[in-house]
């Protein structure tokens, strides 16, 4: 494989060499054969939602009803209540839920090893989980995860840079799980790490170089529906994931969860993301007069390119394990799309 890599490295800087420039090479743009992305099967239109806040069921400080309806009001299409070890049946709040708008069961399943903070939420769930404890750290997170598929839930792992309590070691042990938070709108998850500590886009990176399936989720966190709405405080509207899916039901909007049919966001919209054999378009919803910046990473962590423009675009030539998209707007938000793998090495 290295050879065969080596050889084509080379057939690459000779191509170069015997083009003169601005000309295109025979056959078109350099392409190792072969090499293309796996294309998502997707139809259906984005839903946004959020997979993860909180209300006086656990600590937050608002009723499931105004916290619900407060989603509802600023657009969302649906919403996971998620309190500490606390379901709320979405019956129970069923006159909420009309064409726009959908509740779907869910619970942070709360435990810890050695002090250590274990969260991982557990969506579309049929009842209450009982939060599992286990021997060691790495298998504390696997049983609260296999907890939560026992009953045909969708699990997904959280702020693991909360209280420092795990990182890409752990992660990487951990087996069926397709989420992870990579954005968190408490402010004290430490999404960015630091003192050499990791950011979580670095551990997504690294999960991913790994060749773990893994894609990243942002949510809000939201205990705070009341009062001021300042930084210092768990608001909701910060962190959201818009979901491309066939139909608004919870079934539909877990499958492709799970298939990574999604972006992540802090506030940049997408119109489209675009997947063909050897291309990847990001198509971005304008806002006012902001501009946008893209940047494509590949394995490693790797920078692939950047882009300014709209739509951006990636054209691929060889082998760089897979590709994701980060847009940044002029005031900083961002998105993140779920990585293209390159299939056909
Ligand atoms: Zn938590
Ligand atoms: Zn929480």
């Given at each position: 494989m290295n050879r065969l890599r080596a050889f084509l490295a080379l057939a690459v800087v000779f191509a170069g060499c015997y083009t003169h420039p601005g000309a295109t090479p025979a056959g078109g743009p350099a392409q190792t054969e072969g090499v293309r992305f796996e294309v998502p099967d997707w139809s259906g239109r984005w839903y946004k939602g959020n997979t993860h806040t909180h209300t006086t069921e656990s600590d937050g400080d608002s009723s499931p009803e105004y916290v619900a309806r407060w989603y509802k009001?600023?657009?969302?299409?649906?919403?996971?209540?998620?309190?500490?070890?606390?379901?709320?049946?979405?019956?129970?709040?069923?006159?909420?839920?009309?064409?726009?708008?959908?509740?779907?069961?869910?619970?942070?399943?709360?435990?810890?090893?050695?002090?250590?903070?274990?969260?991982?939420?557990?969506?579309?769930i049929p009842h209450v989980l009982a939060a599992e404890?286990?021997?060691?750290?790495?298998?504390?997170?696997?049983?609260?995860?296999?907890?939560?598929?026992?009953?045909?839930?969708?699990?997904?792992?959280?702020?693991?840079?909360?209280?420092?309590?795990?990182?890409?070691?752990?992660?990487?042990?951990?087996e069926n799980d397709r989420l992870l938070e990579i954005w968190n709108g408490h402010p004290t998850v430490h999404n960015a790490g630091g003192g050499g500590t990791p950011s979580l886009i670095e551990v997504w990176d690294m999960l991913l170089t790994g060749g773990k399936r893994i894609y990243g989720i942002?949510?809000?966190?939201?205990?705070?529906?009341?009062?001021?709405?300042?930084?210092?405080?768990?608001?909701?509207?910060?962190?959201?994931?818009?979901?491309?899916?066939?139909?608004?039901?919870?079934?539909?909007?877990?499958?492709?969860?799970?298939?990574?049919?999604?972006?992540?966001?802090?506030?940049?919209?997408?119109?489209?993301?675009v997947v063909t054999a050897n291309r990847l378009e990001i198509h971005i919803e304008p806002d006012r007069d902001f501009r946008y910046h893209t940047l494509f990473y590949g394995?490693?962590?790797?920078?692939?390119?950047?882009?300014?423009?709209?739509?951006?675009t990636y054209e691929l030539t060889r082998d760089v394990g897979y590709v994701r998209a980060e847009v940044t707007s002029s005031r900083s938000d961002r998105a993140w799309t779920q990585p293209v793998f390159v299939v056909g090495r």
């Open positions: 009001d600023h657009g969302y299409d649906f919403l996971v209540l998620s309190d500490h070890n606390v379901y709320t049946d979405p019956a129970s709040l069923s006159h909420l839920a009309d064409s726009t708008f959908l509740l779907i069961a869910g619970e942070e399943l709360t435990s810890s090893y050695e002090g250590a903070p274990v969260h991982v939420n557990g969506l579309n404890r286990a021997s060691s750290l790495v298998e504390t997170i696997q049983a609260n995860v296999d907890a939560v598929r026992n009953v045909d839930g969708v699990p997904h792992i959280n702020h693991p840079n909360f209280q420092w309590a795990f990182s890409v070691e752990e992660l990487r042990q951990i942002a949510v809000d966190d939201a205990h705070h529906f009341q009062g001021e709405f300042t930084a210092d405080r768990a608001n909701p509207g910060r962190g959201w994931i818009a979901v491309r899916s066939r139909e608004r039901t919870a079934d539909a909007l877990m499958e492709a969860l799970e298939a990574g049919y999604f972006y992540a966001s802090t506030g940049v919209s997408l119109d489209d993301v394995s490693g962590g790797r920078l692939l390119g950047e882009s300014g423009a709209n739509p951006a």
